[in-house]
Nanobody
């Protein structure tokens, strides 16, 4: 069983920055960030393998968001720069132990409670 605890959401003006954190309790093979805006489907934002590999980003956030990890703290971060109003959403941390899920933004088994990010124009 894996427990994920997120923090770091909030409100910011367009062009600003926020950093989300996700602490994992239990072994994970990969961790990812997803988001869901009201009335829209959930979308994958960024994924990292734990300890190695090249991160994966959604096209909509490439060059603006960076996923990183602190293995000593078993924590993954999402640094969000140049935020836009369309980035407004509930952001969720997810994790999985299966290769098939970790290749992309597939069916992750473990989810955090979500943290709200609101970007005003």
């Amino acid at each position: 069983q894996v427990q994920l605890v997120e923090s770091g959401g909030g409100s910011v003006q367009a062009g600003g920055s926020l950093r989300l954190s996700c602490a994992a309790y239990g072994y994970t093979y990969c961790m990812a960030w997803f988001r869901q805006a009201p009335g829209k489907e959930r979308e994958g934002v960024a994924r990292t393998y734990i300890g190695y590999g090249t991160p994966l980003y959604a096209d909509s956030v490439k060059g603006r968001f960076t996923i990183s990890q602190d293995n000593a703290k078993n924590t993954v971060y999402l640094q969000m720069n140049s935020l836009k109003p369309e980035d407004t959403a509930m952001y969720y941390c997810a994790a999985d132990l299966r290769t098939v899920a970790c290749r992309g933004f597939g069916g992750y088994n473990y989810w955090g409670q979500g943290t709200q990010v609101t970007v005003s124009a």
